[in-house]
C-alpha cells in the first residue's frame, strides 16, 4: 500500500514542481517587459483598449491614458491610435474613451486615430495595424504591466516588432490581473503550439 501511494505521489511531486517553475517563468516574463523604459520619439503608440464604465474609463485604462498623454507630451512628433471596441455596459467605444481623455490632457485631436472594432488585444493589434502611415515603422503599445509581455507576442505575430509602454496596474487589481494573465498565456501558447504544428 505504502509502495503504491509513493508511486501515484512522485507524479504529483512532479507537477506541482513543474507548475512552479512554469509559473515563475511566467512570472519573471511579465515582470521583465513590464519594467523595460520605451525609447524616445517612436513613430506611435497603439493604447490597448480596457474597461469602460458608461462613458469615464476604468482606473486600469486611465493609467494607460495618463501614461500615453505623458510620452505625447514629452515626444511631440508621435502620434497615438486608440483602440478599442464598445462592449456591454459602456455607452461609448473604448476607443472613443481613450481620445476624449488624451484631449483633456491637452493631446490635439488631430494626432489621434481611432480604432473602434475590436473586441480583445488580438483585434486590438491586428486593427489597428490598418491605421499605422505606411512611413511610420517605430511604435510602443501602451497597456498595463502585467499585459506588455503577452500583447508583444500578439504584434509579432502580426509582423509588428512593437516596444512597451508599460502603465502602472491598479494595486486592488493585480492578484486578479496577473492570474488571470497566466492563463491567457497558457491559451496562447497552446494555440501557438497547434498553429505551428498545422502549419509547420
Known sequence: MKLKQLRLRKPVILFII?????????QY?????????PEP??????????????????????????????????NKRTIAIA???????????????????????GIEETRILLEDQSTDT??????SRNLIPGEETTGLLVTNDFHVFRAKLIA????????????KTPIQAVLKSYTREY???TKYFIIYAFNQEVNG
Do not use: C, W
Open 18 to 26: 513543474l507548475g512552479a517553475i512554469y509559473i515563475s517563468f511566467l
Open 29 to 37: 516574463k511579465m515582470v521583465h517587459h513590464g519594467n523595460i523604459k
Open 41 to 74: 520619439n517612436a513613430d506611435f503608440l497603439i493604447v490597448l483598449g480596457a474597461r469602460v464604465k458608461g462613458t469615464v474609463p476604468s482606473l486600469a485604462l486611465k493609467y494607460r491614458i495618463d501614461y500615453a498623454a505623458e510620452y505625447l507630451k514629452a
Open 83 to 105: 483602440s478599442g471596441g464598445k462592449g456591454p455596459g459602456e455607452e461609448i467605444s473604448e476607443a472613443e474613451s481613450i481620445k476624449r481623455e488624451l484631449v483633456a490632457q
Open 122 to 127: 488580438y483585434e486590438n493589434i491586428r486593427f
Open 156 to 167: 509579432k505575430d502580426e509582423d509588428l516588432e512593437l516596444g512597451g509602454l508599460p502603465a
Open 183 to 185: 492563463l491567457a498565456l
